[in-house]
């Protein structure tokens, strides 16, 4: 079973500042990873796949990288509407798995 | 435009059983995998199951293998879940998602349905 482990659990950041939030794998499952941001009451939304594939309608400054077992995700720079939980998920192999989320929250 | 609407959850006796809906539209249900994510108060998300366009393969997360059933009848465009021998740590909010091309990666969701499990 392959368990993500996300780090910081949170990101305290001003709007216009850069985050890098990490995600690393218990082992290697190649680029077979996606990331989400969660805000309060809504359901989750895909920003990344297959580790650097932004989804469709995704803004530029949401960038992700890595592969094996460290990933990241970067937003170049925060705007308001960024401040959520992003979770990080693998589909290398059964069963399915999420990372335990980070919050970036406003400093 | 894709939906994805969940229905069927609710209040329920340790022990019990639940059958959740997804009503899928505005996309060839039939062509895609699809799962159940769930996400307790407070907590992160957790997959449970998923489900190959055709039915024909499902797999289930070790905590609820054994007591939950994943379906879909592409004929009605639905997915369900069928929960037994509910616990209170199945107590959550339940997800529908639909899989992308690159299967289980996930595009669209529900606003999900609450399942509490207390007595």
């Known amino acids: 079973e392959i368990v993500l482990?996300?780090?910081?659990?949170?990101?305290?950041?001003?709007?216009?500042?850069?985050?890098?939030?990490?995600?690393?794998a218990s082992q290697s499952v190649?680029?077979?990873?996606?990331?989400?941001?969660?805000?309060?009451?809504q359901a989750p939304r895909l920003?990344?796949?297959?580790?650097?594939?932004?989804?469709?309608?995704?803004?530029?400054?949401?960038?992700?990288?890595?592969?094996?077992?460290?990933?990241t995700l970067t937003i170049s720079s925060l705007?308001?509407?960024?401040?959520?939980?992003y979770y990080c998920q693998q589909r290398y192999n059964w069963p399915l798995a999420f990372g335990g989320g980070t919050k970036v929250e406003i400093k | 435009e894709v939906q994805l609407v969940e229905s069927g959850g609710g209040l329920v006796q340790p022990g019990g059983s639940l059958r959740l809906s997804c009503a899928a539209?505005?996309?060839?249900?039939s062509s895609h995998a699809m799962t159940w994510v769930r996400q307790a108060p407070g907590k992160g998300l957790e997959w449970v199951s998923s489900?190959?366009?055709s039915g024909g393969s499902t797999n289930y997360a070790d905590s609820v293998k054994?007591?939950?059933?994943i379906s879909r009848d592409n004929s009605k465009n639905t997915l369900y879940l069928q929960m037994n021998s509910l616990r209170a740590e199945d107590t959550a909010l339940y997800y529908c998602a639909k899989g992308t091309a690159r299967l289980y990666f996930f595009d669209y969701w529900g606003q999900g349905t609450l399942v509490t499990v207390s007595s």
């Open chain 2, 66 to 69: 054994g007591r939950f059933t």
């Open chain 1, 5 to 24: 482990t996300q780090s910081p659990a949170t990101l305290s950041l001003s709007p216009g500042e850069r985050a890098t939030l990490s995600c690393r």
């Open chain 2, 25 to 29: 539209s505005g996309f060839t249900f």
């Open chain 1, 30 to 41: 190649g680029t077979s990873l996606a990331w989400y941001q969660q805000k309060p009451g």
């Open chain 1, 47 to 71: 920003l990344i796949y297959d580790a650097s594939v932004r989804a469709t309608g995704i803004p530029a400054r949401f960038s992700g990288s890595g592969s094996g077992t460290d990933f």
């Open chain 2, 51 to 53: 489900i190959t366009s």
């Open chain 1, 79 to 85: 705007e308001p509407e960024d401040f959520a939980v």
